[in-house]
């Protein structure tokens, strides 16, 4: 019987909810005299400290430096330790017995924050619901952002030009952020906010001669250019999408071969 840990399972979700990873160790057997019963959990942060336990002493810093490589490296398994000094390869424990531990990344999925309510993000939207990934939308106008347009939505702002970004919108929650405009104007308004202070991905929907266009307003308006070339434009694999829908499509699969490739990447 697995225990219980309730402790574990709230903080695996406020992390969900965030952008950093961490790993889940979980002792998937235990055989002799060992202090980690089968079923005990250890939840380890990327700045490695940890939350419950898989017996202490020897192995439960072994295991924390096996979490802390799975959480650089993107790759978790299953791990053998044997309690026993006296063995080949044993840990400095004269517990006798042997433990298996399954270490388990965990990576927060996308959580996209669209820039302007139109017909590309309503369905983006629907695309991240879905997925199961969070979104939240901004737009100046109101009726672009309401629960009706965007009944999943995990925040709402209504920005104008003059009250826009970053002191009203929490850019550090957002993995993916995409401009998707209505207006040039207010498009170059945002990334004038937000290339200098967000520190995920930032697309923008566009053309090449409207990319290549924002790319100049950008340096007119003194936005370095380490911060331009951050920017992703156009968006979306070249599938040829033309409707709102086909453009979420490509926009979305996208987003899904960036997410993987997070994954596999060292952290």
């Known amino acids: ?18 952008r950093d990873r961490a790993a889940l160790c979980v002792v998937v057997d235990a055989r002799g005299s060992v202090p980690g019963k ?6 380890v942060y990327a700045d490695g400290h940890r939350l419950g336990t898989v017996g202490g002493a020897g ?3 072994r295991v924390r430096e096996q979490a802390l490589e799975a959480i650089r490296t993107g790759r978790g ?63 100046d106008r109101p009726e672009y952002i309401d629960h009706a347009r965007f009944p999943s939505a995990t925040g709402r702002f209504l920005q104008t030009v003059d009250d826009i970004l970053p002191r009203t919108v929490p850019l550090a929650e957002y993995s993916d952020i995409y401009v998707l405009g209505y207006s040039w104007e207010l498009d170059l308004a945002l990334l004038t906010r937000l290339l200098p202070h967000a ?12 990319c290549e266009t924002m790319r100049r307003e950008l340096a007119d308006v003194g936005v ?9 434009c156009p968006i979306g694999l070249m599938i040829g999408a033309e ?16 997410t993987k490739q997070r994954a596999d990447a060292p952290a």
């Not at 089968?38 to 939840?43: D, I, V």
């Not at 520190?199 to 409207?210: A, D, E, P, Q, V």
Request: glycine share 10%; charged share 15%; hydrophobic share 45%.
């Open 1 to 18: 019987m697995a225990l219980v840990q309730p402790e574990i399972y709230a903080a695996i979700n406020a992390l969900l909810q965030g």
């Open 38 to 43: 089968r079923g005990a959990k250890m939840l």
């Open 59 to 61: 192995l439960e810093e």
């Open 77 to 139: 398994g299953c791990f053998s330790y044997d309690l026993s000094k006296w063995t080949d390869g044993g840990l400095n424990s004269i517990c006798g017995g042997h433990v298996e531990v399954y270490v388990e990344v965990l990576i927060p999925s996308p959580h996209l924050l669209l820039c302007g309510g139109g017909h590309v993000a309503e369905a983006m939207a629907l695309q991240c619901d879905l997925l199961h990934y969070r979104h939240a939308v901004l737009d």
């Open 199 to 210: 520190t995920g991905f930032i697309g923008l929907i566009g053309s090449k001669t409207k």
């Open 224 to 232: 370095a250019p380490e911060q331009i070339a951050r920017l992703t």
């Open 243 to 258: 409707s709102p829908a086909e453009i979420a499509v490509a926009v979305m699969a996208e987003l899904i071969q960036r």
